[in-house]
């Protein structure tokens, strides 16, 4: 298994080679696979559709929890099964955290963590092509299909994070805040549009410290820079934190391109646990953004994470967490158990919670946070949104294709007319689980 180097690494020419890429986690990891995606696509790479055609694989992993790990080192085996000859790289999150885990595993032929990930598509090429070959550049085609963005990307506006969490390995695996200047952000929209993106989603470890190491600029700055310099039809933001919503933020929302979907984490609904997970706000105002954001932006959906069974969750504590989820209203809720995490402060507190009593009040929230999730797509019956139209399936009805609305609620309706990548308006009539069920308009 050969360890990456700290060098920027020239990216060799593919001469016909192909790369699948799997990626696990955030969407801060989607942005990083993107733009690895299309590094190799300049140099050449073409998208292979399963592993048994690919002569490379990467994973982009995640480590949040100790599923994610399990998840990785699964994907790994699985794939170099599927086919013993392709070249395995593994990156991302867990890459940084445990590199000497992975580096014992034998499918693996490359280890390279967050700090790699400039020099990463160097490394690919010396792996898989001879050294000594010139660079060439794929046509714009061959870029477009090693991307498959097509409707949605993900742009990466600043990555780290300085506020250590108890509970959380991020700032160990992505290091400090710093923000990517305005100009390169515009001109990354800018390319993605050129392609025929249809969305951007503006990802980070800390969306509301964006600017903080820039000069007079702040996230109000930035998405107001993106809607006056360029013409991506959907703008949607990632994740903001309950501290970091402003009056001058949501007023942006006046114009129909930035999307009425918020993602504000919760964690806990308890303010003593909140204090100690080193959170930076406590459950009232939690719920006093959220009422904020309901009041600015009409339609809008917002969704949270959740954390069970942190060290020191009293019953009472989880009952605080079911009934801020309640009076938030919220679409949706991500609900995790805790997990320790080697390094972080909390794997260290000596109260953890018997796994028992997390597993059942895990159930129980996903069933509150099931029927919160229900309402709000009861509620969003006989709506008439935008939807942003992904891919189709046959049917014996005629061809259904499926798409997200703008405030994120998953769609398919039934048409003949090529839809792909397109936006249009879609009445919402019915669900069936977490899917919409559309008409569209004229047809």
């Known amino acids: 298994m050969k360890s990456p180097t700290d060098s920027k690494e020239k990216v060799i020419a593919a001469d016909g080679l192909s790369v699948m890429m799997e990626t696990h986690g955030c969407k801060l990891n989607q942005a990083d696979t993107q733009l690895l995606s299309r590094e190799l696509g300049i140099a050449g790479y073409t998208v292979a559709q399963n592993i048994e055609e690919a002569d490379v694989y990467v994973l982009n992993t995640c ?27 593994v990156t991302g999150c867990y890459a940084q955290r445990s590199p000497d885990d992975l580096s014992s595993m034998p499918e693996i032929d490359l280890v390279a963590g967050n700090v790699s990930k400039p020099s990463l598509a160097g490394m690919i090429g010396n792996l898989a092509s001879d050294p000594d070959s010139a660079c060439a550049v794929g046509s714009d085609e061959a ?15 600043q990555e780290g ?36 993106c249809q969305e951007v989603v503006l990802t980070g470890t800390q969306l509301g410290s964006y600017g903080f190491d820039l000069e007079n600029t702040d996230i109000a700055d930035l998405v107001r820079n993106l809607l006056e310099r360029t013409e991506v039809p959907r703008i949607r933001i990632s994740s903001l934190q309950p501290q970091d919503i402003s009056d001058d933020l949501l007023a942006l929302w006046n114009d129909p391109r930035l999307c009425p979907h918020f993602h504000v984490p919760l964690q806990s609904g308890s303010d003593s646990v909140l204090k100690t997970m080193r959170r930076r706000y406590t459950s009232a105002e939690f719920q006093r953004s959220i009422r904020q954001v309901k009041e600015a932006v009409p339609g809008v959906a917002v969704t949270a994470d959740a954390i069970v069974g942190f060290p020191g969750e009293t019953e009472s504590d989880f009952q605080e967490t079911v009934s801020a989820c309640v009076e938030a209203g919220l679409a949706s809720v991500h609900v995790f158990p805790y997990s320790i995490r080697p390094g972080t402060s909390a794997a260290y ?18 069933a509150v946070v099931d029927d919160l999730a229900r309402r709000f797509r009861e509620a969003s019956v006989g709506q008439t949104r935008p939807v942003l139209w992904e891919r189709a399936t046959s049917s014996d009805k005629g061809m259904v294709w499926q798409g997200l609305t703008d405030n994120y609620l998953r769609t398919r309706a039934q048409s003949e007319s090529d839809l792909a990548n397109r936006i249009t308006l879609a009445a919402l009539e019915s669900f069936d689980g977490d899917v919409m069920n559309a008409r569209i308009p004229g047809e």
Do not use: W
């Open 63 to 89: 480590t949040v929890t100790h599923v994610a790990d399990r998840k990785a080192r699964q994907a790994v085996r699985a794939a170099k099964r599927r086919n013993p000859n392709s070249i395995v790289v």
């Open 143 to 157: 870029l477009a299909q090693v991307l498959r963005i097509r409707s949605r990307a993900m742009v990466k506006i």
């Open 161 to 196: 994070c300085d506020q250590v969490c108890a509970y959380c390995i991020v700032p160990t695996v992505r290091g400090r805040e710093r923000s990517i200047p305005v100009d390169d952000i515009v001109a990354t929209a800018k390319s993605y549009a050129d392609m025929g």
């Open 349 to 366: 507190f000596d109260d953890q919670v018997d796994p028992t009593v997390k597993s059942g009040r895990v159930k129980e929230l996903t």
